[in-house]
């Protein structure tokens, strides 16, 4: 088997020269597949590019027919180059001809040769083009010539990505070469966002590709190691890492990661093939991007992304420039895509010039989903690869309704989008049209419309949406977002700017609701086989009754002089709220004996999320002032469903007789008892569902600012007392479980309610 005369080193250097000559697109690229083909001892080297169209074309050829160049043209998928582009993995084959994809092309005259070795150009995960050598004799090529190939395609795909052949292009699709593409994510926070893509990381842009000095780029590489290595331990000394959403195992497995001796190898081995450090690094990154497009073990895929992570630091380290996107420099329009995000990043960008937001983990009930809904950003999450497949400034858009994100869309899929987002604006401003109309139901039922917040940037709402005070304040979301837990004297501060935004409006704040999914970086995690069913919520509290009474007097302190409304999360047992309550008696004992006012009304209510309490309805009823239905705990914890794992979580419908009849048994008893009730969880905020919690005796709904305005127009054309009635015929007639839903949207549907 001939070897490379040279090897890479030498094809390297003989390319940065090349690259370097004042000549145009064309004749450097014709000289770059004679150098190849010689460096390779083949008779052809062809190099296929990507068109905006997704058509690859061959754009220069040493060997082949040239009068084929810029006329053969394949889509992604036909004969062995477009296998190589759509599948973005190399092929090696000493008889192409034999091979089943292989497709002839007579005006190349191909058929001579046998031997076929083609790799993908890739950059960011994208195929940007196909280089391929060939030969007559039935030649088997060597791993370090494919190596070799490898690299040059590497070189060749920064060429293309960095516009220098734009020029080569056919003129009508000579802007990009790249395709629209629809992704289909889980829907966040509501709304239609028409942007330009931020990388949250953004990726590096490679100048310097080709070593001058082998050593220096060797030394270059392992001192970024050892800092990225070192920042690393910091990090997890520290154990301050909340900012960037990275939780301890993450950063355990970056260091695992760090001390890789493969991966380490493989870039050194770049470095010492005649690459510098960065494009070592992203070489290796590359093909690793290239795996984990394809790879469909979410375990797995985890793993490279996180060595993706690692790579990123590594570059970023190289070329000196900063993780995150620039803050202050964020263009107009802008549509944040990440990995994942934690809820602090997020609201250190301008939100004035925040359209959208795309990630590719995080569920609905995730700490960034609250967040990104109490600002009113378009989000989805769950769009595998997002970060791989999408460029910075790219055209995009994100619809967080239905979960879709169009990707470098057409015009005309960008002007459907921007004739949604028109309507969508204009439904809103109806809905501030209601915002001072009563929420009284056609047949004259009062209902109470409250918000959810948690945040300080969710204030403005109660006067945009005209609800009627905050019916579910969580208080978690202040530890969450913060890098270590927040002092009394700060919790005190927020819930005083609280209920002083409240004004004459009541602010019932939970306690702590946290465990289960909601987890604080800053305190140690507690290993458990079932965390949703674990130490959690009030559970904590009652344990470790320090930081819930720190709270309490917290709470206290703030309203001062106001009404206050206090419930615990999770309460499973009377006893527990009762355990509760003693402690808030003691607190208002211990702040009385030292001088200070206390607030001039205080309510204490159970939030009603654990099935069990639905048995001891008359206890708690009658030593809670209030009860608050949490139906995203309660659906979980009654169906046996994991709130955020999506192949389970919508399979049981709320409006199904189960619920329904535990619902209605909580209305009953608490109509029978002086006990106040509102429902705070998210079946409260959507209108079909509002209308049968309505239709079930409910007057009180606690939601999220968005769905004030859809709900309020539902109740305004409800006959409230006619839906209760065809709800508690059906309960009777079916408890099997089927769902209400067909009954009831038909039902809306024949009395002209918009739900
Ligand atoms: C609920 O469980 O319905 C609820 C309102 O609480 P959270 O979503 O915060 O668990
Ligand atoms: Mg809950």
């Excluded at 829907?187 to 590709?209: C, Q």
Aim: hydrophobic share 45%.
């Amino acid at each position: 088997m001939p070897s490379a005369p040279g090897g890479p080193r030498l094809l390297l250097r003989r390319l940065r020269e090349i690259m370097a000559e004042p000549v145009g697109a064309q004749d450097r690229l014709d000289k770059i597949v004679i150098l190849i083909a010689a460096n390779m001892v083949a008779e052809v080297c062809s190099l296929y590019v990507m068109r905006g169209d997704g058509v690859l074309e061959l754009f220069a050829t040493e060997g082949l027919n040239r009068e084929a160049v810029h006329l053969t043209t394949m889509r992604a998928g036909e004969g062995l180059v477009g296998l190589i582009a759509a599948t973005a993995e190399s092929l090696a084959l000493s008889d192409a001809q034999s091979h089943p994809a292989f497709s002839y092309k007579p005006e190349t005259g191909e058929e001579i040769y046998h031997a076929f070795l083609g790799v993908p150009l890739l950059r960011a995960g994208n195929t940007l083009g196909v280089l391929v050598v060939q030969n007559r004799t039935y030649r088997v090529y060597a791993e370090e010539e494919l190596e070799a190939l490898q690299t040059t395609a590497m070189v060749l795909a920064e060429m293309l990505a960095s516009g220098e052949l734009q020029a080569l292009a056919p003129i009508e699709t000579g802007t990009a070469f790249r395709r629209p593409l629809q992704q289909r994510g889980t829907a966040l926070a509501d709304g239609v966002g028409l942007g330009h893509v931020v990388l949250h990381e953004p990726r590096v842009v490679l100048k310097n590709l080709i070593a001058e000095n082998v050593e220096v780029e060797l030394e270059r590489l392992e001192e970024a190691i050892g800092d990225v290595r070192a920042s690393i331990d910091e990090l997890i000394e520290r154990g301050d890492v909340a900012h960037h959403g990275e939780h301890r195992d993450v950063l355990e497995t970056f260091r695992m990661f760090a001390h890789d001796q493969g991966w380490l190898r493989r870039m050194r081995e770049a470095v010492t093939s005649g690459l510098t450090a960065e494009a070592a690094v992203e070489r290796v990154q590359s093909d690793n991007r290239a795996r984990m497009l394809r790879q469909t073990d979410p375990y797995l895929r985890d793993r490279l992304h996180d060595l993706d992570d690692l790579a990123n630091r590594l570059l970023h380290r190289l070329v000196g420039r900063d993780m995150v996107a620039s803050k202050a420099s964020l263009p107009e329009n802008a549509i944040l895509v990440a990995r994942s995000m934690g809820p602090a990043a997020l609201l250190d960008y301008d939100r004035s010039r925040l359209r959208g937001l795309v990630l590719e983990e995080g569920g609905p009930t995730s700490h960034i989903a609250i967040v990104a809904r109490a600002l009113g950003i378009p989000a989805v999450s769950e769009v595998a690869n997002a970060t791989s497949i999408m460029e910075q400034g790219d055209a995009i858009i994100v619809d967080g309704g239905t979960g879709d994100v169009q990707i470098r869309p057409s015009a005309e899929v960008e002007a459907a989008y921007a004739e949604k987002a028109r309507l969508r604006a204009r439904r809103q401003e109806q809905y501030l049209k209601l915002r001072d109309v009563p929420a009284v139901t056609k047949d004259g039922k009062p209902i109470n419309l409250q918000l959810n917040a948690g945040l300080l940037v969710d204030l403005p709402h109660l006067e945009d949406t005209g609800a009627t005070g905050i019916g579910l304040f969580r208080t978690e979301l202040q530890f969450m977002i913060s890098e270590r837990m927040p002092t009394a004297s700060e919790q005190q501060v927020l819930y005083a700017a609280v209920v002083e935004a409240a004004g004459d409006r009541p602010v019932t704040f939970r306690t702590l609701d946290i465990g289960g999914d909601k987890i604080l970086p800053y305190m140690q995690a507690v290993e458990e086989e079932n965390p949703a069913l674990g130490w959690r919520a009030i559970r904590i509290g009652l344990d470790r009754p320090g930081l819930l009474r720190m709270q309490i007097r917290a709470l206290l302190k703030a309203a001062a002089g106001r009404h206050l409304k206090i419930m615990f999360p999770m309460v499973a047992t009377c006893d527990e709220f009762v355990r509760a309550k003693v402690l808030v008696e003691r607190e208002k004992a211990y702040l009385s004996r030292h001088g200070y006012p206390l607030p001039a009304d205080l309510k204490l209510g159970a939030m009603l999320e654990v099935p069990s309490l639905l048995f001891q309805l008359t206890e708690i009823c009658a030593v809670a002032d209030f009860l608050s239905i949490g139906s995203n705990d309660l659906m979980q914890f009654l169906f046996a469903i994991d709130r955020e794992n999506r192949r389970v979580a919508e399979r049981f419908d709320p409006l199904s007789a189960p619920m329904l009849r535990a619902l209605k048994r909580v209305v009953d008893k608490a109509a029978s008892s002086d006990c106040e009730l509102t429902v705070c969880g998210e079946i409260g905020g959507r209108p079909l569902e509002a209308m049968a919690l309505i239709g079930l005796g409910f007057r009180s709904l606690s939601m999220a600012p968005t769905s004030i305005g859809p709900v309020k127009a539902m109740l305004l054309a409800l006959d409230a007392d006619l839906v209760g009635t065809l709800i508690r015929e059906k309960l009777t007639l079916d408890g099997g479980g089927n769902s209400l839903r067909p009954t009831l949207s038909a039902f809306a549907k024949a009395h002209g309610i918009p739900v």
